[in-house]
């Protein structure tokens, strides 16, 4: 079971591309009750934050244009987690809610407000664990360049950074793992402030990355990711050449473009192709190493046990023979009564104002409240 130590902390990956995005909270990983099911709504009527300083006026509806696009952002944020995001009308029910307000600061486009509470015992072990997540789009200054949130538009790239911090993620830029400068921007990742490449309608492959690692591509609960059930992670890397290290789990390592160097460890691990398998060849180079060529380049593969292309699996025998590979999982829950904890975190994103085609410079600020301290 999860302690008071993981869930106020993001386990690593010991990757700065990755670990320079990895904020504290939320870590929906550690919820509860919902299994892999996370409501999200469009209610200003039920379910609405209070208390929040940074908001200057109540919370407006999402127009229909909005609500649209932001369903189909949802759809790829859950296509890259695996996480079962479903709309309600229910604001009570949900627990990650949209909306336009007066956002404070001239500069401020957007904002991530995120909550959470949970219950422990005695010894550190967390029984309970919920959060809530607000995201808001300016209506003021903004109001015009959020109103339409069409793909390739800054009003859809501003989303998208704050569905980065509704999933956990951070500003590239903060705290004590940063991206190097050459690295911080757009086209790495949605979550820094330094615009390059026009408007993205998807994340960069950092934040690709990195939510993979979060969530293992297949959920809340599931075999990979940050508390997964067996202890499995998911490792993907960049456009960049590689060298990724599985743990003694089930892991699965995604090289992608690149000259990789891929080591599951021990464990069944799975290395990850975009690509049917029909664009690589397969070499085998010793007892328990391969080399893969094609498509994303040329890799190198130890302790692999298992190959995934778009297309079809294939199992790596000890005999080079090739056969098709199959997997499961499984997944559990606990629940008891014990003390209690909450904490806020507030994610703005702010542009300079000179034109349409800005710099994205700004601020995050952080509240984070347990039993006996707060932060700043």
Same mark, same amino acid.
């Given at each position: 079971?999860? %302690? ?6 993001? *386990?690593?990956? @010991? ?21 892999? *099911?996370?409501?999200?709504? !469009? ?18 509806? /999402? ?19 695996? #996480?079962?995001?479903? =709309? ?9 809610? !949209? ?7 001239? $500069? ?51 989303? +998208? ?17 940063? +991206? ?5 921007? &757009?086209? /790495? ?16 492959? !950092? ?17 990979? @990711?940050?508390?997964? %059930? ?37 464990? %069944?691990? #799975?290395?990850? !192709? $975009? ?11 010793? *007892? ?7 498509? =994303? ?11 995934? /292309?778009?297309?079809?699996? #294939? ?10 590979? *199959? ?16 904490? &806020? ?32």
């Amino acid at each position: 079971m999860a %302690t008071v130590t993981q869930v106020r902390s993001t *386990t690593p990956s @010991g990757l700065n591309y990755i670990d320079s995005l990895l904020g504290n909270l939320p870590n929906w990983n550690y919820q509860t009750s919902g299994g892999n *099911t996370l409501y999200y709504t !469009f209610s200003v009527t039920s379910g609405v934050e209070t208390g929040n300083s940074a908001i200057l006026s109540a919370p407006k509806a /999402f127009s229909v244009a909005q609500q649209a696009a932001t369903r189909e952002a949802m759809a790829y944020a859950a296509k890259l987690t695996g #996480i079962n995001f479903v =709309e309600t009308s229910n604001g009570s029910a949900a627990q990650v809610h !949209f909306a336009n307000a007066n956002i404070s600061g001239s $500069n401020t486009t957007g904002l991530a407000s995120s909550k959470y509470s949970y219950s422990y015992m005695s010894d550190g072990t967390v029984t309970k664990f919920a959060a809530q997540s607000y995201v808001y789009l300016d209506n003021a200054e903004w109001a015009s360049k959020n109103a339409n949130l069409a793909k390739g538009t800054q009003g859809y790239e501003t989303l +998208l950074h704050e569905i980065g911090h509704m999933l956990g993620l951070k500003h590239s830029f903060e705290g004590t793992t940063k +991206l190097p400068t050459a690295q911080d921007n &757009t086209n /790495f990742t949605l979550m820094s402030y330094t615009h390059a490449g026009g408007f993205h309608s998807t994340f960069s492959e !950092f934040d690709v990355a990195a939510l993979k690692w979060l969530y293992g591509g297949d959920g809340l609960a599931g075999a990979l @990711g940050v508390n997964s %059930t067996t202890g499995g992670r998911y490792f993907a890397g960049t456009s960049a050449a590689n060298t990724l290290t599985g743990t003694a789990a089930n892991d699965k390592l995604e090289g992608g473009l690149g000259n990789d160097v891929l080591n599951g460890g021990a464990g %069944t691990d #799975i290395a990850v !192709f $975009n690509g049917a398998s029909t664009a690589f060849s397969v070499v085998r180079t010793g *007892t328990s190493s391969w080399q893969v060529s094609g498509l =994303e380049g040329v890799d190198l593969l130890s302790n692999i046990e298992v190959l995934q /292309f778009t297309d079809r699996s #294939i199992a790596l025998t000890a005999n080079a023979t090739l056969a098709t590979a *199959t997997s499961a999982a499984t997944a559990t829950t606990a629940n008891a009564a014990g003390t209690t904890a909450s904490g &806020t975190i507030l994610s703005k994103m702010v542009e300079s104002m000179p034109d349409d085609l800005v710099q994205l410079v700004g601020q995050r600020s952080h509240l984070m409240h347990d039993m006996d301290h707060a932060l700043i």
